[in-house]
């Protein structure tokens, strides 16, 4: 509707910035679990659910979006503000190509706009996460190339990203310079999305048929231990 949305318009287009900081974003995301929606308007909730979105995106320790992408209060901006929704799937999976998309809706907000490098190093580095934690255990050494192709980087800057994630312990693991390649041992835990389940439910499957295997392999083999 024309007047519920009005809310979340006037944030968009204002030309004041929110003065949101690091500190907010980690604020307003544990206020998600106590808030109970039923006790606002649905301007309300639209303004909430803005601010709240605003806050993951630019908060600097906030890399898991999985809760609030789960969470019902962000049906408030499915219609109202249906862009920030997309930006906030694009994160939670690092797609740097969806983010480069939405480029010109969300460099309206002001507080995004002056901090579009910063949200582009964000987004890498939850390309990274994802790259991690697509791949298989046994096949995390990753070359510099395939890195940047994921991340949307010169190959050069790779190397400064993966520090950067080990820094923030989003990931463990080594970088090798003389063979240019990642590896990566382990990635911080997030909440996933249906997605992301979808894919470590093929992993885990996979793992399984292995495990199945190598048990066929050594049964077969037990005659012949026991003879021998």
Not at 6 to 22: D, H, K, Y
Not at 33 to 50: M, N, P, R
């Amino acid at each position: 509707g024309g007047e519920n949305g009005g809310g979340v318009r006037e944030a968009v287009v204002s030309t004041q910035s929110t003065g949101i900081n690091a500190e907010y974003g980690r604020d307003s995301l544990r206020y998600l679990g106590c808030i109970d929606i039923s006790e606002l308007t649905a301007k309300q909730q639209q303004e909430q659910a803005f601010h709240i979105a605003l806050s993951a995106l630019l908060g600097d320790k906030v890399y898991n979006f999985g809760e609030l992408l789960a969470h019902p209060l962000l049906d408030a901006l499915k219609v109202a503000c249906p862009w920030i929704v997309e930006l906030l799937l694009a994160f939670n999976r690092g797609d740097m190509d969806k983010l480069e998309e939405l480029q010109p809706q969300w460099t309206q907000q002001p507080d995004l706009a002056r901090n579009e490098v910063a949200l582009k190093q964000k987004c890498a580095l939850l390309g990274l996460m994802e790259l991690t934690f697509t791949r298989a255990s046994s096949s995390r050494s990753i070359p510099f190339h395939e890195v940047a192709k994921a991340v949307k980087l010169p190959v050069e800057e790779v190397e400064l990203l993966v520090m950067k994630a080990i820094s923030l312990n989003l990931v463990r693991g080594s970088i090798d310079e003389c063979d240019k390649v990642v590896n990566l041992t382990w990635v911080q835990p997030r909440v996933l999305d249906l997605k992301q389940i979808g894919e470590m439910n093929n992993r885990i499957k996979e793992w399984s048929a292995a495990v199945e295997k190598t048990v066929a392999e050594v049964e077969g083999k037990i005659p012949e231990l026991l003879a021998s």
